[in-house]
């Protein structure tokens, strides 16, 4: 089977560590990060698949309660909008005054 080259960079101490640890396993230092790392994203793709549907669960709650807590507003009408504006402009120009 064809194989690809991955690169990285480590520390030196760590770099140590883990060519005691790939002699220790008797495995060489690209065996061992190999055989490693594929188990680890094996995991990992593990948990997703397990809890996939508690996640999608949890985050249509999520999603239901911003809803009913924050409902979209309805559009302000031209007059709400007028008022708001006229407001506003009051406030803004108090502040100018005091500043």
Do not use: C
């Not at 520390?11 to 640890?21: M, N, V």
């Not at 060489?28 to 999608?56: C, H, K, M, P, Y």
Request: aromatic residues 6%.
């Amino acid at each position: 089977m064809a194989k690809t080259r991955v690169t990285f960079t480590i520390d030196p101490s760590d770099a140590d560590r883990l060519r005691r640890a790939a002699r220790n396993a008797g495995l060489t230092v690209s065996a061992f990060i190999e055989a490693r790392v594929l188990e680890a994203v094996g995991q990992d793709e593990a948990i997703r698949a397990a809890f996939r549907d508690a996640d999608a669960a949890t985050a249509a709650a999520y999603a239901a309660a911003d809803a009913a807590i924050r409902p979209d507003p309805e559009p302000l009408s031209e007059r709400d909008k007028a008022e708001a504006d006229a407001v506003l402009d009051r406030m803004f120009a108090k502040l100018r005054h005091t500043a």
